[in-house]
Every structure is written in C-alpha cells, then in structure tokens.
C-alpha cells in the first residue's frame, strides 16, 4: 500500500491542554507533522502547484528566503524530490539549523542582518537570470495560504466542530489568513487573535516595521479580529514550566501563543478555543534551558 503524502501531512495531533481550567483549550501540534513542523504543509502545496502547472521541472533552482521552519521543510522536501534548492538566509541564523539545512544538500547564501535583507537579495538574484530560478515567494503566493485551506483547517472543523476563538502567529501569513477564512465562512462569530512575537524569533517577527510583509496580510487582514503583541521575556518564560509538566515540549513562537491563551482565558468560562503550536522546540536548547525549573518535570527515573 502506498502512503498518502495528503493524508500524512493534513493528520497531526490534537490535544486538549489540561492545565487550563474551565474552558476547552485545544492545540494542534505540528512538531508531530514530517519534518516536524506547519511549513511542510506549505512547502508542499508550493511545490505541488508548481509541478501540476509546469512552472518547476529539474532543470530550475528553487529560489527562497528563510531561515527557519520553511528553510528546513523545503530543503527536506526538494531533496526528497530530487529537486536544487538556494537558500538566502540571515547570518545570525542558529548554527544548528544551517546543519540542518546543509545535510539536507540545500545551498546557502549568507546576508548580514535580518530576513527583510535575505527577501531583497533573493529578488535581485531572481531579476538576474528568471529563468534558472523558480521562485516560491512564500509571502506572495497563493499556493501558501491553498495548503492551509485544503489540509489544516477542513481536519480541524471535522474534530472540533465550532470554535470561539482561533489563536496562531501570522508570520508568512498563510496559516491564519486563510485559517480565518476558511473558518469564518464556517463559522461567522468567531474570533481570530493574531499573536505578533516582537523579539527573540530571527530579528524578523516586529510586523509593524517589517517591509516584505507580502500582497495577503493587505488583502486579508481584515479577518483578524484582535493583535496581540508578545515579547519573550513576559510571554515565554511564564510558559516553560506549566507546558513541559505536559510534555509540550513546542518553540519559541508557540510558547507565546499558548502562554497568551492561557492568561487571556483567567476570568472566563466555557470557551472552546484552538491555537496552533507550529513547531518544535529543539532549536531553542541554548535559550530555554536556564529558565527551566527541572525539579517540576517528571522524566524517567
């Protein structure tokens, strides 16, 4: 029997967070997805369209700017697929995920200072010769937001049925513009809260300063119904304790999502709510271990 990669990357953990009390508090884990984090699905769908549509075939260079979860799930992907994969990253990008990146055959290209910087130079380099390059522009394309309205959001409404709220970051805005889309054409009372992290997520996350904010978050924001801003210090050291007991062990971002529920939720009852944890937190180690109380974790005796 063959595996369906569809199935694969739409079927991922949803489990109720236990430690919020009186209300329903749901979150999707896509630490648990291949690869291991939300962007295989994007990443996926980019490529697929790109496929069916004749616009990708072996003889172009995937072309993209990141250096987090889309960097890691493309190169996984276009290696799996046997596809040449050109990456322009920041060089403040953590040095286990360029191996990780690497030992997936993917190229790199190094820029000083942020992601805006790498989304600039990875325009110039397609300007310069368009027709060796196939640009996944992941901020820009439809493909992005298609992959969230075909594979995560019909799971989650088949699941949990109506929600109150929906939480999740926006980031390349796929996953909650068009999660809002989808879910208010299901439900139209619901509310969706974007999270905006300001610090400490690749110097990138500040969506009031960035510039490559991509054509959707224009077209689309008027879905978001409340922006939260976030900051590590307040938002993801409360967190590390209470989800670890629970063994979320999820990143940065979802930290902040998550926590941000949580303190949200204090003086209310009996709202169902699903926020998404988009990632792992492996690549954190350096950044959380300090704040960690390990006398309050159970591990393995």
Request: net charge neutral; charged share 25%.
């Amino acid at each position: 029997m063959k595996l369906n990669i569809e199935k694969l990357l739409e079927t991922v953990p949803i489990t109720r967070l236990n430690h919020i009390e009186d209300n329903e508090v749901y979150s999707l884990l896509e630490k648990f997805n291949i690869w291991g984090a939300i962007k295989t699905k994007t990443v996926y769908w980019i490529l697929k369209e790109a496929i069916e549509s004749g616009k990708l075939d072996k003889s172009k260079t995937i072309l993209e700017a990141s250096s987090w979860n889309t960097a890691i799930a493309l190169s996984y992907m276009a290696n799996l697929f046997d596809f040449k994969v050109l990456l322009v990253i920041p060089e403040s990008t953590a040095s286990c995920k360029k191996k990780l990146i690497r030992s997936y055959w993917a190229e790199i290209i190094e820029v000083p200072w942020v992601t805006d910087d790498s989304i600039d130079y990875m325009k110039e380099l397609y300007k310069r010769d368009p027709d060796k390059y196939f640009l996944t522009d992941q901020f820009n394309s439809y493909a992005n937001m298609n992959a969230h309205y075909n594979l995560t959001w019909p799971y989650i409404h088949r699941n949990l049925g109506k929600l109150d709220f929906f939480v999740a970051g926006m980031w390349t805005t796929g996953t909650l513009l068009w999660t809002a889309k989808y879910l208010k054409e299901q439900n139209k009372d619901i509310k969706i809260i974007w999270i905006n992290p300001l610090n400490k997520i690749e110097w990138i996350k500040d969506y009031n300063i960035v510039r490559n904010l991509g054509k959707f978050y224009l077209e689309y924001k008027y879905l978001i119904d409340e922006m939260i801003d976030v900051t590590f210090e307040d938002s993801v050291t409360p967190w590390l304790n209470d989800y670890l007991k629970e063994w979320y062990f999820n990143g940065i971002s979802s930290a902040a999502i998550l926590t941000w529920a949580k303190e949200f939720l204090k003086w209310k009852k009996w709202l169902k709510w699903l926020v998404v944890a988009p990632d792992w937190g492996d690549y954190y180690f350096n950044e959380l271990f300090g704040l960690i109380d390990d006398s309050s974790i159970g591990g393995c005796k």
